[in-house]
């Protein structure tokens, strides 16, 4: 779909990042923009500030519904749930509602690569940049990441466009079309925005949905949830699967202590080598290689970058040693699979700390799965209880009112030797900012014992 932009009237719901970039980019086409947003005007001071000569609307303290029906197109920034009540007023009028996504894709001429999966976005994303960047690319990297997939738009002489995508950036898509795209994982999250997990796998699904026969699909072959529904979506791309369990090949597979992927060559790379922990990590660097193949990269450089990736903040990360007893801040983990990666990537005995907002989850899979290194769990947050009875009469757990008491009863607890673990399996925002914030706080906490 393309849209005309000049002399229409846009509607964008919320002013996010994503907002705040979609705004310019439609005024700047001589777009009419109206921004609605439920925030009052003096919290959006400095944002609006962002926007400094750039003529717009905006309406704050909630949402008109006159406003919504005076929209020849209707924009909403990917944290907006596609059920509010305006929105379904305009849908009943036969007003469009697009997302950035579908906004976007038209404009961006540049072959996209489009990474998704419930975890690892972000760190195959970067390292994806980094790769390609290294081996003479000229390269955007960004979406969910941080930088709105659409400020790819205005960037010259692109060779590719990495991309995190999320389920809330797919959910209100209907043409986005990567040439390489890749789902890297899908386990339970955001039940509180999709309602349920079938709905959660469909719009992942959805980053394949319009692929054709010159283009790419990476999955991760040990999750048959996956593999079922891409194929019922039945699309002509190329398929490559990556994965611990079989040897796929084409593909990419663990053999022994070597990650291999063969592709037009066969690349294998020892993980002992790589500065990432966990099994989970390995599975991000397969499919990071076979995209390496696709798009021509030199397996020496790609395997010299790979080596020297020290990992991102907050994901599984080292912050120090005391005494016998080893801390790290897995801020990141914001769902029940990523906090059963981490423990899965760390000697016993671990202290856990998790807790915040649950987004509706299933916590017992931590109760099942994670008391074998588990010793103990301090839970803090809105969630604590849902978390603590996970683990009811199985270990020892210690409920606290702040990150900072958590930590130091977890380094009781941890004592004489151990590990402590922050790894939440659950969102931030109850507590902090986000998961920066947590982590951050985490990290001073932990210097200050």
Same mark, same amino acid.
């Given at each position: ?48 500030? *962002? ?38 007023? *305009? ?20 072959? &996209?690569?489009?990474?998704? %999966? ?31 997939? &659409? ?24 043409? !986005?079309?990567?040439?390489? *795209? ?25 980053? !394949? ?84 193949? &696709? ?67 299933? !916590? ?16 803090? %947050? ?31 607890? *941890? ?35």
């Amino acid at each position: 779909m393309n849209f005309e932009i000049k002399n229409k009237h846009f509607v964008v719901v919320g002013l996010g990042k994503t907002g705040i970039a979609i705004t310019r980019f439609l005024a700047q086409h001589e777009g009419k923009v109206t921004v609605s947003e439920t925030s009052p005007l003096e919290k959006l001071k400095e944002r609006i500030r *962002a926007l400094k000569n750039i003529n717009f609307t905006i309406e704050t303290g909630g949402h008109q519904k006159e406003t919504f029906l005076s929209a020849d197109y209707i924009v909403v920034s990917p944290g907006i749930p596609l059920n509010l009540a305006v929105l379904n007023i *305009a849908r009943n009028k036969g007003i469009p509602i697009i997302g950035e996504l579908d906004l976007v894709y038209p404009y961006l001429k540049t072959p &996209i690569i489009a990474i998704t %999966g419930t975890n690892g976005k972000t760190t195959t994303v970067t390292l994806l940049g980094k790769i390609l960047k290294a081996n003479g690319k000229n390269v955007w990297v960004g979406g969910n990441i941080g930088e709105p997939l &659409i400020n790819a738009i205005e960037q010259k002489n692109l060779d590719y466009i990495v991309a995190e995508i999320s389920s809330f950036q797919l959910e209100s898509s209907s043409n !986005f079309h990567p040439w390489i *795209a890749a789902c890297l994982n899908v386990s339970e999250d955001h039940i509180d925005r999709h309602r349920d997990f079938h709905n959660y796998l469909h719009c992942k699904l959805k980053i !394949f949905q319009h692929q054709k026969i010159n283009d790419w699909s990476i999955l991760e072959g040990d999750n048959k949830k996956l593999i079922d529904g891409v194929k019922r979506l039945n699309t002509k791309s190329q398929k490559l699967l990556f994965g611990l369990k079989k040897t796929y090949l084409p593909g990419a597979y663990l053999r022994e202590e070597n990650i291999i992927a063969e592709l037009y060559e066969k690349w294998s790379l020892s993980i002992k080598d790589t500065r990432l922990l966990g099994k989970h990590n390995y599975k991000n660097i397969m499919a990071t290689l076979l995209i390496a193949q &696709i798009t021509q990269c030199d397996f020496q450089v790609t395997k010299e970058i790979i080596f020297s990736f020290p990992g991102l903040a907050h994901r599984l990360e080292w912050v120090r040693s005391l005494n016998g007893v080893s801390f790290y801040n897995d801020s990141k983990a914001t769902n029940v699979e990523a906090t059963l990666c981490a423990i899965d990537s760390l000697g016993a005995p671990i202290v856990l700390i998790a807790g915040g907002l649950g987004k509706g989850q299933d !916590f017992t899979p931590l109760g099942k799965r994670g008391t074998n290194k588990v010793k103990a769990v301090v839970v803090i %947050g809105s969630a604590k209880r849902e978390i603590a009875q996970s683990f009811k009469e199985v270990i020892p757990v210690v409920e606290t009112k702040t990150l900072e008491e958590a930590v130091k009863q977890a380094w009781e607890l *941890a004592k004489p030797k151990g590990n402590v673990l922050l790894s939440p399996a659950c969102a931030s925002f109850d507590m902090f900012k986000d998961f920066k914030e947590r982590g951050r706080v985490f990290k001073r906490a932990v210097y200050e014992l």
